[in-house]
């Protein structure tokens, strides 16, 4: 990441938010077109897989896997709906969000108000457990009892974060209403509603269906959603050189740009995952539709000097993040601390 002046880095996030701001205008024919071809293979294929299963589960397994990529694809639909974007037609917004949020098991309205909120705080100290990933700094875990510490490693050990941890976000988590919030008071009605629709639906496809089979075979392509889901918010938002500070420090645009990452994929990998590996350019405009942002990325690429760039191996690497240490400002491995440890550097 390209080391500026303050005044520097916040002179070219106004240029970057000029130039990309026309890519907020929606296109329907682009958002048509992603809508045939995320709904419409996604349900083929969810049909192929449920006639193979009796012939070849393990084949019926790794169909799910595939079509896990589509639903990824549907779910990153839902979340341009959730940013008022993808289509101009509000009405239509709320029901292709509505429709979407039945394949990702995700409640649209309800989900969509936590991700604004993290878009609005991310990076912020105070917050962090607000649709984020909760990260201690190191200050704070080297105050804890040992079963604080116990459970924290815990739930940064790679067995809940990217596997347990992912199923339970979207089988669990946003079916209750967990955020406190005064704000998110008015979200609750429309959860419940969103709980009762989609138990119906789950229970006339049971009726309809063989109920093992479908149960099995929904049951597997969630849960893969899942884990790609977590795993690419994760690498967004939790890279070395990322930006978190409390309050009376952060400062929006730092935490849009320097608090995510730019994730240099394939293009046949965007395109299932919906352009979201430009995170940074999705975080400085959240309005831009995900068709938009190769564009925007490709309009200002002297931006990315201002992010991080991660590629897929070195991404890996990242499942070793664990805490967050203010004084150099980026994340490190408990092995780290423990060296900082024994060196006295923890106070």
């Known amino acids: 990441m390209h080391q500026a002046s303050d005044k520097d880095f916040l002179e070219k996030v106004k240029l970057a938010l000029q130039t990309i701001k026309p890519w907020q205008k929606t296109d329907g024919g682009k958002a048509a077109i992603q809508l045939l071809t995320s709904f419409g293979p996604f349900l083929l294929l969810w ?3 449920y006639l193979v299963w009796d012939l070849s589960t393990w084949a019926a397994v790794g169909l799910s896997m595939v ?9 990153i639909i839902q979340h341009d709906c959730g940013h008022q974007s993808f289509v101009s037609n509000g009405s239509w ?4 969000g509505h429709a979407c949020s039945l394949m990702s098991s995700i409640p649209y309205t309800y989900w969509a108000g936590s991700h604004q909120f993290h878009h609005a705080n991310n990076g912020r100290l105070e917050v962090r ?6 990260t201690l700094t190191v200050r704070e875990y080297a105050a804890l009892s040992r079963w604080g510490r116990f459970r924290y490693r815990l739930y940064r050990s790679p067995l809940v974060m990217f596997f347990l941890g992912p199923i339970y976000y979207v089988f669990i988590h946003n079916r209750l209403p967990l955020i406190h919030l005064p704000e998110f008071r008015r979200f609750r009605p429309g959860l419940l509603l969103s709980n009762v629709v989609y138990l119906t639906a789950l229970i006339s496809l049971c009726f309809l269906l063989d109920w093992q089979k479908f149960l099995a075979i929904h049951t597997i392509i969630l849960c893969a959603f899942a884990v790609v889901a977590i795993w690419f918010f994760y690498v967004q938002h939790q890279h070395e050189h990322g930006y978190k500070h409390w309050r009376d420090k952060w400062e929006f645009a730092h935490a849009a740009v320097q608090g995510s990452s730019f994730y240099r994929l394939p293009r ?3 395109w299932f995952t919906g352009n979201i590996a430009y995170h940074h350019i999705h975080h400085l405009n959240p309005a831009i539709p995900n068709y938009h942002l190769r564009q925007c990325m490709e309009a200002i690429p002297w931006f990315s000097r201002y992010t991080t760039e991660i590629r897929f191996f070195e991404s890996l690497r990242l499942a070793g993040h664990k805490l967050w240490d203010e004084q150099s400002e980026r994340m490190i ?7 900082m440890q024994r060196m006295g550097a923890v106070l």
């Open 268 to 270: 046949w990998l965007n």
């Open 333 to 339: 491995g408990f092995r780290e601390y423990a060296r």
């Open 67 to 75: 079509n896990a990529l589509f639903l990824v694809r549907i779910f």
């Open 93 to 96: 917004r709320k029901l292709i």
């Open 47 to 49: 049909i192929v897989i």
């Open 129 to 134: 457990d607000i649709g984020d990933i909760d």
